[in-house]
Nanobody
């Protein structure tokens, strides 16, 4: 298994920053961050391909959020800057550990194999 574990959520004022971390117990092919507000659909945030490091960000977070990885620590980060109240959600880390890594699949949660428990991010206005 390549079980991810998130950390780093919390409460921050609008305009502030947070960094989420996601440690995995094994090597994933790709990792993604998603977020969900209760009662709403899960939303893709960002993804990174482990080999080569290609990154992808949702339009809603481009220029504010950055996904990155630390190979030595088997950890992926989501740096979130210029946070807005609408960024408030539970943030989930997911790993894709088998199959092909296709750009078109990375924003789709169904293509990930393991999910973390989630970490709450709350942005106050």
């Amino acid at each position: 298994q390549v079980q991810p574990a998130e950390s780093g959520g919390g409460l921050v004022q609008a305009g502030g920053s947070l960094r989420l971390s996601c440690a995995v117990s094994g090597r994933a092919l790709a990792m993604g961050w998603f977020r969900q507000v209760p009662g709403k659909e899960r939303e893709f945030v960002a993804a990174i391909v482990w080999s080569g490091g290609s990154t992808y960000h949702a339009d809603s977070v481009k220029g504010r959020f950055t996904i990155s990885k630390d190979n030595a620590k088997n950890t992926v980060y989501l740096q979130m800057n210029s946070l807005k109240p609408e960024d408030t959600a539970i943030y989930y880390c997911a790993t894709k550990s088998r199959g092909l890594v296709l750009r078109s699949q990375l924003p789709v949660g169904a293509h990930y194999d393991y999910w973390g428990q989630g970490t709450q991010v709350t942005v106050s206005s």
